[in-house]
């Protein structure tokens, strides 16, 4: 894990410096701001490859900073709250979060969370393949560069999204069940994975489709699952 770069965002400096010292340990280089403001400054000038961000800080806080960051970078974001309703975890995730760690949180799980964000998001496309271009008349995957065009404009998707359009661009024309694909994305068992899994596929409607109610790339075989067309 040594020559990756994690921002750590809170307003907390002993936060900050804790997070500091477990990441240091993996041989993880630890860059730290104490609000959404300084982050997105940092951000401009460092090469980042993931964040975790505090949600309560001043002046910008960590729901409207994703929102900021998301606007432009597809980094993986965990955001780190002492609030534990459902409600604050779902915010953060639509907004585009990628995963989510409750104050007072475990030191090794977090290290845990950030190993595999970073695992996701520096080897999407690694395996055979990855330097393949596929168009599906109009739809293009360029996995080298890990990038997704739709209709000739590059379309900004989060590190989850970009992995379920690879997963079913790659293998077009195949029908993946709910569970298929929260298990080979998420790499974890997907009991109850419906309802993120549906968030996840509208939220990439919303930027590849033309009309995201009448899909002419991702479509929903209804008891089965999803597909993109050939």
Known sequence: MSNYNVLVVDDEKEIRDAIEIYLKNEGITVIKAQDGIEAIEILDSRQIHLIILDVMMPRLDG????????????????????????????????????????????????IARV????RRYVTLGTYEGINKVIDLNGLTLDQSAKEVTAHEEVVKLTPIEYKIVELLMTNA?????????????????????????????????????????????????????????K
Do not use: C
């Not at 190993?115 to 970073?118: E, F, V």
């Open 63 to 110: 729901i409207s900073t994703t929102f900021r960051i998301r606007e432009q970078k597809n980094i993986p974001i965990i955001i780190l709250s002492a609030k534990s309703e459902d409600t604050d975890k779902i915010l953060g995730l639509q907004v585009g979060a990628d995963d989510y760690v409750t104050k007072p949180f475990n030191p090794m799980e977090l």
């Open 173 to 229: 024309g195949r029908v993946f069940s709910i569970n298929d694909i929260y298990e080979r994305v998420w790499k974890e068992p997907g009991y109850n994975a419906e309802n993120t899994v549906a968030v996840h596929i509208r939220k990439i409607r919303e930027k590849i489709e033309i009309d995201p109610k009448n899909p002419r790339y991702l479509k929903v075989v209804w008891g089965i699952g999803y597909k993109m067309e």
């Open 115 to 118: 190993k595999s964000q970073l």
